[in-house]
């Protein structure tokens, strides 16, 4: 299989995507590009300085502007924002919320795509909301991953849970809901599943029948590959 090969994984959050990413990656050898910590990094600019996260066009110009970079394998990756290490700041529910207002925003989106096709052309797993359809639509493999509320949020709650112990579990539902809404509704690269991706509901599932899953997938594109060439 080429080397520079690039998976697209879509889906709401709490849906496993930045798990399985990971894992996909690693198994693959390729870059993985966790795109809604690029969000959160800039939903951590705007909190340093004094714009109001509803200033489109003053947050909008802040993230063509900032240094946003991903670096490392797949399971240390680090998260770096003007060259600083942010990649535990970015976890906090504040973050996490902030950064699901901020990137609604046409013009943070158009920095950060910007960003992730020039990071992703070595070939990369990257994970998001609009992978497939807007960042690389042609990407070699999209996979939709998705799941019921209850067991995403119940998963994102144990992600929040381990960055900040005051969260509950309440808030989580709501502000995932919230999330999934805006995400769904906005006018520039709403969530929503390429025609040519794979869905995979994960509800009941293991994260190693969802991996074993996705890999099946990878093989039958790579057996594919081979056979056109003979």
Do not use: W
């Amino acid at each position: 299989m080429k080397r520079n090969l690039i998976i697209a994984i879509d889906g709401p959050s709490g849906a496993g995507k930045s798990t399985l990413g990971r894992m996909l990656a690693r198994e693959l050898g390729l870059l993985y590009i966790d795109t809604g910590s690029m969000y959160r990094a800039v939903a951590l600019a705007v909190k340093e300085s004094s714009i109001s996260a509803h200033d489109d066009v003053a947050v909008g110009s802040l993230a063509a502007q900032v240094d946003i970079d991903l670096q490392g394998d797949p399971d240390s990756l680090v998260v770096t924002l003007g060259g600083v290490d942010v990649t535990s700041e970015i976890r906090s529910e504040e973050i996490t919320h902030l950064s699901s207002i901020v990137s609604t925003i046409p013009e943070v989106r158009r920095a950060m795509v910007a960003r992730q096709r020039e990071l992703g052309l070595r070939g990369a797993v990257l994970n998001g909301r609009d992978i497939g359809t807007v960042v690389f639509p042609d990407a070699d493999l999209k996979f939709f991953l998705t799941a019921l509320p209850q067991a995403r949020a119940e998963r994102r709650f144990n992600e929040d849970r381990a960055n900040d112990p005051a969260v509950n579990f309440e808030e989580t539902f709501a502000d995932m809901t919230e999330r999934d809404r805006r995400d769904s509704t906005r006018a520039d690269s709403p969530l929503k599943m390429a025609e040519d991706a794979v869905l995979i509901d994960s509800t009941g599932l293991s994260v190693d029948e969802v991996f074993q899953r996705m890999l099946a997938v990878v093989d039958d594109k790579a057996l594919k590959e081979d056979e056109a060439k003979i």
